[in-house]
């Protein structure tokens, strides 16, 4: 395996990049940040429409999270690699089209953790907000949505984990990433499969491993936080 290694390391790393499209690792771990990313914004608005006060908010939410979630993540793919030309009117790159079914795809998901989040606050800091004056938007802003986002970053980071090893779907439609980029060094070696993806197997792995300890730390932070002893205002002689 080393001298496969050798021959196509940088292949795997970053595809023909700069003389060529950017592929390989970097690509994945760049398709899985901008879907977490752009995803993230669309999972608060679920979130939020899930708990809302207006039932066919709510309605609409349920079945775009349920509808999502009953659907495989290829068939989305499939979807958008060819609805998205008829949409836009030119065709998109595969890592693009990719990117787009992983944001509705994981929005579902991560707006279900985030819904969550929000439902294990007290009730009572809602209402105290706003019986201070504050409006829904702001609270939600201010107060519901700070202390929930810092509850649920764990599994805000199993969701990413999750995004990274489904982008090696992508290959499915040609973008360069990672698995791309192994069965194009495997049809180039036809005779060491076994190895090439025995590779593959060890990049995902330290990949998410990295990421799963990330997740434990923040995890372990998040406990610390939960835990720690309110500080109490001294008393002040008025008071007293």
């Known amino acids: 395996m080393l001298d496969i290694l050798d021959r196509f390391g940088l292949s795997l790393l970053i595809g023909q990049a700069p003389h060529g499209p950017l592929g390989g690792i970097a690509l994945t771990l760049l398709m899985s940040l901008a879907a977490l990313m752009l995803a993230f914004p669309l999972a608060i608005l679920v979130a939020l429409a ?70 294990a606050l007290p009730a009572g800091q809602m209402e105290a907000s706003r019986a201070l004056g504050l409006g829904y938007w702001r609270t939600v802003r201010h107060v519901i949505l700070p202390q929930a986002l810092f509850n649920c970053l764990p599994s805000i980071v199993n969701q990413f984990i999750m ?28 005779t060491q499969p076994l190895q090439v993806y025995l590779i593959l197997a060890g990049i995902y792995f330290v990949l998410c491993y990295a990421l799963s300890q990330l997740s434990k730390l923040l995890e372990r932070r998040v406990t610390l936080r939960r835990n720690r002893p309110v500080a109490q205002a001294p008393l002040t002689e008025a008071s007293a």
């Open 50 to 119: 899930r708990g809302s006060a207006w039932k066919p908010v709510r309605r609409v939410a349920a079945v775009y999270v349920y509808v999502i979630r009953g659907i495989p993540l290829l068939l989305l793919i499939f979807w958008a690699y060819f609805v998205l030309p008829l949409m836009t009117g030119f065709d998109a790159p595969a890592s693009v089209t990719v990117v787009a079914a992983l944001i509705v795809y994981e929005a579902a998901f991560l707006g279900e953790a985030i819904r969550g989040a929000i439902a």
């Open 163 to 190: 995004i990274v090893k489904d982008t090696s779907l992508a290959y499915i439609v040609g973008a360069h990433e990672a698995t791309f980029a192994a069965t194009q060094i495997n049809a180039q070696l036809l």
